[in-house]
């Protein structure tokens, strides 16, 4: 048993090569992904897991804008199209009635970003302090049954 023990020594050191091949991957990985994290990536903005509203706060201004690109507003006929200057007075005309009122922008996920910023700069004109914008839910993750 003595003489197994002369021919080999214990190793005192770590052997830090295949670390250090593992850590050049990785932030080889890290390299190129980072940029395309931060820069165009496709996105479906529509769905957010964004808070309810208060129900207990009085009915908010709904102004819907559809596929085609036409307004539409909760008040009065919800289902006739507006034009912006008709959306801008009876923003502003609910907006005298309750300063407090909660208005809130509903577009479809095909229409340009320019045209939700236009429509928002309408109702800010209008006298709306803040404009909040509607999204769907995230769907609720699927339960793996077993």
């Known amino acids: 048993m003595a003489q197994l023990h002369r021919g080999r020594r214990l190793m005192g050191e770590i052997n830090v090569v295949p670390y250090i091949d593992v850590m050049l991957v990785l932030l080889i990985i890290f390299m190129v992904t980072a940029p395309l994290l931060t820069q165009g990536v496709k996105v479906d903005l529509p769905k957010a897991a964004a808070q309810p509203l208060d129900p207990s706060n009085a009915k908010p201004l709904v102004l819907s804008i559809n596929s085609a690109g036409e307004l539409f507003l909760s008040e009065g006929d919800p289902r ?55 999204t769907d839910p995230l769907p609720e993750p699927k339960q793996r049954k077993g």
Not at 84 to 98: D, Y
Not at 117 to 132: E, F, N, R, T
């Open 80 to 134: 006739k199209p507006l034009d912006r200057q008709t959306v801008s007075e009876r923003a502003a005309a609910a907006l005298r009635k309750n300063p407090e009122t909660q208005m809130l922008v509903r577009a479809d996920r095909s229409i340009a970003y320019g045209m939700v910023i236009d429509v928002m700069v309408v109702l800010q004109q209008a006298g709306a302090k803040k404009v909040g914008l509607v």
